[in-house]
């Protein structure tokens, strides 16, 4: 198992940006996908975007395509979540995760370690 830890997550206006990081400790996150996804109070958690376990290949959900980018450090164990352009219906919880393969996933089940969250808030 991976512990996942996010940070980097606050108070922003509409327009600004902010860069999401995901430490792992534990077991290698070399070589395994990773994910964001977010939770805003009320819905249901969402999939944001997905990255390959060699950081090849990025998959991104159609609200956040093109304003951000998820990025991998593997020397460093730590994934990224750049969001440029925010908007306030990107308020919610992000978190990040991994998966047991080397596929990027959409899918929540397909998910196997999590971490606690950090809040992002957009004010309009």
């Known amino acids: 198992q991976v512990q996942l830890v996010e940070s980097g997550g606050g108070l922003v206006q509409a327009g600004d940006s902010l860069r999401l990081s995901c430490a792992a400790s534990g077991r290698t996150f070399s ?57 306030p219906e990107d308020t919610a919880v992000y978190y990040c995760a991994r998966t047991l393969g080397v596929v990027v996933r959409s899918t929540e089940s397909q998910y196997a370690d999590w971490g606690q969250g950090t809040q992002v808030t957009v004010s309009s």
């Open 31 to 87: 070589g395994y996908s990773m994910g964001w996804f977010r939770q805003a109070p009320g819905k249901e958690r969402e999939f944001v975007a997905a990255i390959s376990g060699s950081g090849g290949y990025t998959y991104y959900a159609d609200s956040v395509k093109g304003r951000f980018t998820i990025s991998r450090d593997n020397a460093k164990n730590t994934m990224y979540l750049q969001m440029n352009s925010l908007k």
